[in-house]
């Protein structure tokens, strides 16, 4: 496919005002200005001018997790029945089915994180995965991209009900660092018993899935929406040397000087939502510019379905209006995101070799009227 007369906001160094993009074998094979075009080919679009952006990324969302229009049904986002469940993989429960993947396709949301929700102090992993095709399998890009924790207000609440441990903030951190502790020990006598020969130990499916956390090999997403919470999770990733990043921060304008200080990167949002829970009392539209002007790197999220994932490019809109710059924002849904969740190998950014992800807007993508004229995920023309 070659696409030819549009801009290219490249999110890498340079743009480009009138040039080319080719793409072959489902990745950009070559892009640069319309002058230096030497290739053809059969499937040729003519963009007219139109802009071309790398396929947004929303970096938390539970997209497949809650379907559309469903109850008890189609909720597999939370087992409420434990509150620790390491052992969970949201490849299992994710339905691409599920209509809002259509809806992000048109919103031109091209890879998104998805997972478990925050019910339960250890959640299960989480994946990141394309929005469009028919089985999961085919449609990731990672499996296990990270585990997902949660601070708080929600395992509070959850088992506050239930009258069963945990109740306090304290509870929470202590079943974490319990299960870490454990994960330790298990990963220390495995190795131990394959050095000296020795029966290996009891097979435990909890610490084995949180053996490549503490290897540093996915990452660590801390549900966190108070200033104490965050700290907790950046105490916690301290102790155990935790490749962390921050979830919703609704604080974080509270302490941006010190999450720079500690170099946490953030995932922030949702933002065009109500205060719907004491620990959003605080929250503020003027969070993500905060914590920018801070040098906090952050992204923007949805958290779908609290926000429904189409509503991600006006939820940047909203941050531009409250002080955040431009073009930081259309970073925020693109590289940003696939920087912090180690993905920007394969999105993020139009660049030779990465994933055919390109949307192209004829007007500004973060207005509330902007939809995608074409949308390309993989190399395939989906519009």
């Known amino acids: ?8 906001k490249t999110m890498e160094q340079n743009d480009i005002d009138n ?3 080719y793409i072959k074998e489902n990745k950009i094979k070559a892009l640069g200005e ?9 499937q040729t679009i003519d963009a007219k001018g139109a802009t071309a952006y790398p396929g947004f990324i929303d970096a938390h969302s539970h997209l497949g997790m809650w379907e559309n229009g469903l109850g008890f049904e189609g909720d597999d986002g939370n087992e409420e029945t434990d509150p620790s469940t390491p052992h969970l993989r949201a490849v299992d429960a994710v339905n691409p089915m599920d209509f809002c993947f259509e809806e992000a396709v048109n919103a031109g949301i091209t890879t998104v994180l998805t997972g478990p929700g925050s019910a339960n102090p250890i959640a299960g992993n989480w994946c990141a995965v394309k929005t469009y095709g028919r089985r999961i399998d ?3 890009i990672k499996a296990n991209i990270g585990m997902k924790f949660s601070l708080g207000e929600n395992p509070k609440s959850v088992y506050n009900g239930k009258n069963e441990t945990p109740i306090t903030r304290m509870g929470i951190a202590a079943i974490i660092r319990e299960e870490l502790l454990k994960a330790q020990r298990y990963m220390e006598s495995k190795k131990k018993a394959k050095k000296s020969g020795d029966d290996m130990p009891e097979y435990d499916i909890k610490s084995e899935a949180l053996i490549p956390l503490l290897k540093g090999k996915c990452k660590a997403f801390f549900h966190a929406h108070r200033a104490d919470d965050i700290f907790t999770a950046i105490r916690i990733s301290k102790e155990f040397k935790l490749d962390y990043v921050i979830v919703h921060a609704t604080e974080g304008y509270k302490i941006a000087d010190i999450l720079k200080e500690e170099d946490a990167h953030v995932i922030a949002g949702p933002i065009i939502c109500d205060r719907s829970k004491p620990e959003l009392r605080d929250a503020s539209n003027k969070n993500v510019a905060t914590l920018e002007e801070n040098g906090v790197k952050v992204a923007i999220c949805t958290d779908h379905p609290v926000i429904p994932i189409q509503y991600l490019n006006i939820s940047a809109g909203v ?3 409250n002080g955040l710059d431009y073009e930081k924002a259309l970073k925020m849904l693109t590289i940003i995101p696939a920087e912090i969740c180690g993905i920007d190998d394969k999105v993020g950014s139009i660049k030779v070799g990465k994933d055919a992800d390109i949307v192209i807007f004829d007007k500004d993508p973060l207005e509330l009227c902007a ?12 519009k």
Request: aromatic residues 2%.
């Open 1 to 8: 496919m070659l696409i030819t007369n549009l801009k290219i």
């Open 19 to 21: 040039g080319y993009i």
């Open 34 to 42: 319309m002058s230096d075009l030497s290739v053809t080919d059969e």
């Open 138 to 140: 085919d449609m990731l």
């Open 319 to 321: 941050c531009v209006k």
């Open 371 to 382: 939809a995608p004229k074409h949308i390309i995920i993989n190399g395939e023309l989906i």
